[in-house]
């Protein structure tokens, strides 16, 4: 059985006169945010949780079946807070819950979530890092991973794609983020295969290897944590790195700082590991929005008058 341990980075200010992404927060309303945030557990808990159930039919109630069925994932999940300035208290009724509070500056939460997996050292076969508005909704999103470590070994890092539901209410577009990253947030250039595949039900899985090492999460395993432990900004970020205006949120979310090679699904593969953004805002920001809504609204357009015309109507005029 495969053993996961979570750690969520979580801060969210109450005060909505003094909050905003300068605090590690954004600017949607409390009871978005906490309808996000129990969205996000709930989905990472059914993913992680050892046992699902296999149900019978409706019928006459002696005929109704209810049947745990074990899987092969196994996980903790621990939010990582600080106090007051959390929702930790608004999901209560989550009694399965752990939660580590910190005292320290919000925007270094995610160099706390590295000193508890190191707390966990040997514990776990995989640590996951992710931020609190991102989850997976992939049952063998870890088993996949654990397959792309046995096929290439542990001496470089897989990294999901992240992405975002873009469109209108009643329908939808997949919106993959992060590549190219921001220059400054790039990993360095590390040696190692342009390319590796995996093999899958309806072929080859192509991965390239890539310098875009954010995506909202990483996984690492214990051999890779270990390793990344004895690195001198494992505990604190960089304070060259700091002084030079970079923020120690994004810092810390390079798995072992870029010193191994990082590795996606290539575009033709982009699900194959993914985790959903699901607050699906940086895709309906004003310029990726307009790009996005240049290119879908003829795909639309066709697409109504095909169903006008199989309907028997009229084309409509411009």
């Known amino acids: 059985m495969l053993r996961v341990l979570a750690c969520i980075p979580h801060f969210f200010r109450r005060d909505a006169a003094d909050s905003g992404m300068a605090n590690g927060s954004n600017s949607d309303t409390l009871e978005s945010r906490l309808e996000q945030f129990r969205y996000c557990l709930k989905q990472l808990t059914a993913v992680l949780e050892p046992a699902r159930f296999l149900m019978g039919s409706p019928g006459r109630i002696a005929h109704e079946q209810v049947e745990p069925v074990p899987q092969s994932i196994a996980g903790e999940i621990m939010v990582v807070t600080v106090p007051e300035n959390n929702l930790i208290a608004d999901i209560s009724e989550l009694s399965s819950l752990n939660a580590h509070v910190w005292t320290g ?18 514990q776990y076969d995989f640590y996951l890092f992710m931020e609190d508005d991102t989850t997976i909704l992939d049952p063998s999103f870890f088993r996949k991973i654990a397959a792309f470590y046995r096929a290439h070994g542990e001496d470089r890092i897989l990294l999901p794609n992240r992405f975002e539901i873009f469109g209108p209410p009643h329908h939808g577009w997949r919106a993959y983020l992060d590549q190219p990253a921001f ?7 590390r040696p190692g295969p342009a390319e590796l595949t995996l093999p899958s039900f309806d072929g080859d899985v192509l991965f390239r290897k890539t310098r875009d090492g954010l995506s909202g999460a990483f996984i690492i395993t214990d051999g890779q944590l270990r ?33 191994l090679p990082i590795y996606r699904p290539a575009p033709q593969n982009l699900d194959f590991l993914e985790v959903h953004h699901v607050p699906n805002r940086l895709s309906a920001l004003k310029t990726p929005s307009s790009k996005l809504r240049g290119y879908i609204s003829p795909v639309l357009q066709e697409r109504f008058a095909r169903i006008r015309a199989k309907a028997g109507h009229p084309p409509t005029q411009d």
Request: hydrophobic share 35%; aromatic share 8%.
């Open 105 to 122: 500056a919000p925007r270094q939460l995610g160099y706390e979530c590295r000193r508890v997996f190191a707390q966990h050292l040997g």
């Open 183 to 189: 220059p400054s947030y790039r990993a360095p250039e």
């Open 227 to 259: 390793r990344w432990m004895v690195q001198p900004d494992f505990h604190a970020p960089d304070t060259a790195a700091v002084a030079a205006g970079l923020d120690p949120m994004e810092l810390t979310q390079t798995p072992l700082g870029g010193d």
